[in-house]
């Protein structure tokens, strides 16, 4: 059984974007795909990661994995390196884990303008 590691992931999404050409020094608004079971809690967890800064989009359910999906994004932008974006989906998880929620990704924002 292999297990999911957070770090390893965030490390190729990095690489990747390195590969494609974006620079990193640029600050980037860093998002969060979060799960949760029922739309109780996806939305109890919405107001939760708004009342600490996050902006929330869309709250809709999965019916395909029985789940409610949302995407929080960081309210700061920040200069991406692995071991910040390692942070910032700490932080989140301790929004979610209480509402038994759980992080189902991670994305870096990209614009062509900056590449």
Request: hydrophobic share 40%; proline share 2%.
């Amino acid at each position: 059984m292999s297990e999911w590691r957070a770090d390893a992931s965030v490390q190729d999404l990095l690489e990747g974007l390195k590969t494609e050409g974006w620079d990193l020094s640029v600050p980037r608004t860093v998002s969060h795909d979060v799960c949760t079971r029922t739309r109780q809690d996806a939305e109890a967890l919405a107001s939760d990661l708004r009342a600490a800064g996050y902006t929330v989009e869309g709250i809709f359910e999965d019916a395909d994995y029985d789940r409610w999906e949302l995407t929080a994004r960081e309210g700061e932008m920040m200069v991406v390196t692995a071991g910040g974006v390692i942070a910032a989906q700490v932080r989140v998880e301790h929004l979610v884990l209480p509402r038994n929620g759980w992080l189902n990704g991670v994305g870096v924002e990209t614009r062509e303008e900056e590449r």
